[in-house]
C-alpha cells in the first residue's frame, strides 16, 4: 500500500525500511508534521503513518479524507490526539501498535527515579567540574519505600515488577486491578489514600476526558509532604502550574517528566539556538536539583522501534488485505 509517513525522524526511516522487507509496501517519507496546512501532502496516499504531536483533528480528517486517505496508521500506542468521532462519520479506519515494550517505558520510569533520589544529574556534573563534595546529593533507599502506581496495565505492571526488585511496598490505583499486579503483592487503594501514602508516585494511565488534570491543585494537596512524582504517560495528566506551585511550596519534592502538556510546540526538535517561548517550561527546568525533564524518549529504544515498525506495517497490510485488524482503535474504546 502507497504510505505517506509524517513526522518523520532518520530512525523513523531506518526502522521501518528494514520492516517493510517483509511487508514490500511504498513507503514515502515526509519530515512534515500532519496538520490541517499539511494535509494537502497526503493527497492520493491511501494511508498515512502519524506520531503523537501530528494534528489529527476534524479540520485535518476531513482534509485527508477528502484527498482519498482511508487509513491512518498511528506509530504509537496512545490515541488521544486522534478526533475518533470524526474519524469514524468520515470512514477512516485508525490503527495503532497498542504494545511495543512496556519495558522501555517502565525502565526509563525507574532512571528518572534513581537520577532525581541520587541526583546522578548533578553529580554528573559535579565531577566533570572537579567538585567531589557531597552536599546536596543526598538520597533516601528505595527499599522499603512505597509507591503508588497509577493504571496497572502493560507498563504499570513491568514498572511494578521492577520496583518490587528494589524491595518497595507497592499501591496501585486503577478502574480494573491486575491479577498479575495482586499476585506480586500490589495493594489496591482509591487515588487519595495512594497519594497520602507513597514516597514515588508514577502515572501510568491514559490521557482521557476524566484522567485530564488528574494531579492537580486539590490532589497535589493531598500528597505525602515531599513525595516524588513522575510523568511518563501523558503531559496533561498533570496541571503544570499546580505542580510548579507544589514544587515551590515544597508540598512536592520532585518532578520527573518524560511527557509536558505543550510538548508539541517543543519536543523532537533540536531548539538549542531558539528562545523557548513556554514560560511554564523554563520555569520547570529553573529547578535544577528536584525537577528532571526527558523530551518523550521512554519508549525510545531498539527493541521498541522494531516492534512499532513490525505492527504498524502488518496493521497496514491487514487493511490492505481486508482482514479485520485486532489493532483497530474503536470509537468505544473511549
Ligand atoms: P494500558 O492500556 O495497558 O494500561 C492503562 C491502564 O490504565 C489500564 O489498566 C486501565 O484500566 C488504567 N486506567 C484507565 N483509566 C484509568 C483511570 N481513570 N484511573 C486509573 N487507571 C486508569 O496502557 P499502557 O501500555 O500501560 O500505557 C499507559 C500509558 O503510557 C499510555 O496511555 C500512554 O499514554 C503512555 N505511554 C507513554 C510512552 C512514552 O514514551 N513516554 C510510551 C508508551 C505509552
Same mark, same amino acid.
Given at each position: 500500500m502507497k504510505v505517506a509517513i509524517f513526522s518523520t525522524k532518520p530512525y523513523d526511516q531506518r526502522f521501518l525500511e528494514a520492516a517493510n522487507h517483509r511487508f514490500g509496501h511504498e513507503l514515502v517519507f515526509l519530515e512534515a508534521r500532519l496538520t490541517a496546512k499539511t494535509a494537502a501532502l497526503a493527497a492520493g496516499f491511501p494511508a498515512v503513518c502519524v506520531f503523537i504531536n501530528d494534528q489529527l483533528d476534524a479540520a485535518t480528517l476531513g482534509a485527508i479524507a477528502a484527498g482519498g486517505t482511508q487509513l491512518i496508521a498511528l506509530r504509537a500506542a496512545g490515541f488521544n490526539h486522534i478526533d475518533l468521532a470524526t474519524a469514524a462519520e468520515l470512514g477512516l479506519t485508525v490503527v495503532r501498535? *497498542? =504494545?511495543? =515494550? *512496556?519495558y522501555a517505558v517502565a525502565e526509563h520510569t525507574v532512571g528518572l527515579i534513581l537520577m532525581l533520589n541520587r541526583k546522578l544529574h548533578r553529580a554528573y556534573n559535579r565531577v566533570r567540574d572537579d567538585n567531589f563534595a557531597l552536599e546536596g546529593l543526598l538520597g533516601f533507599d528505595l527499599h522499603g519505600s512505597t509507591i503508588g502506581i497509577v493504571g496497572t496495565g502493560k507498563i504499570g505492571q513491568c514498572f511494578a515488577q521492577i520496583m518490587h526488585g528494589f524491595g518497595c511496598h507497592l499501591l496501585a490505583y486503577d478502574i480494573h486491578p491486575n491479577p498479575n499486579c495482586l499476585a506480586l503483592g500490589v495493594t489496591y487503594v482509591d487515588l487519595p489514600t495512594l497519594l497520602a501514602n507513597s514516597d514515588i508516585v508514577s502515572l501510568h494511565c491514559p490521557l482521557l476526558p476524566n484522567t /485530564? /488534570?488528574?494531579?492537580n491543585k486539590t490532589s497535589l494537596q493531598g500528597l505525602k509532604p515531599g513525595a516524588m512524582l513522575i510523568n511518563t504517560s501523558r503531559g496533561a495528566l498533570l496541571n503544570t502550574n499546580d505542580v510548579i506551585a507544589a514544587l515551590k511550596s515544597g508540598q512536592l519534592g520532585s518532578l520527573g517528566i518524560d511527557v509536558y502538556e505543550q510538548e508539541e510546540e517543543l519536543f523532537f526538535e533540536d531548539l538549542s539556538n531558539t528562545v523557548i517561548q513556554d514560560d511554564a517550561f523554563q520555569l520547570l527546568q529553573s529547578f535544577a536539583s528536584n525537577v528532571v525533564i526527558t523530551a518523550h524518549q521512554a519508549f525510545f529504544t531498539r527493541n521498541a522501534l522494531e516492534n512499532i515498525a513490525h505492527t504498524t506495517l502488518a496493521n497496514i497490510t491487514d487493511f490492505a488485505e481486508g482482514h479485520p485488524c485486532a489493532n483497530e482503535v474503536k470509537l468505544a474504546h473511549h
Open positions: 501498535v *497498542p =504494545s511495543y =515494550s *512496556p /485530564h /488534570h488528574l494531579i
